[in-house]
């Protein structure tokens, strides 16, 4: 997925799409809802951490 289309599916900007630290699959990485993970890593680590 390139950049433009992974803005709009994570409902942001080209400009804050970033690579995953965890997966480096592409996700919010700058901006106001900048995450260092993207959600699918998020939920997975929740998981690991119960
Ligand atoms: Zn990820």
Not at 8 to 34: D, F, K, M, S
Request: include cysteine; charge should be positive; hydrophobic fraction near 30%.
């Amino acid at each position: 997925m390139d950049r433009a289309s992974a803005a709009i599916v994570l409902g942001c900007t080209p400009r804050q799409v970033g690579p995953c630290a965890r997966c480096r699959g592409l996700t919010v990485r700058y901006g106001q809802q900048a995450q260092p993970i993207c959600p699918a890593c998020k939920a997975e680590e929740k998981r690991i951490e119960r």
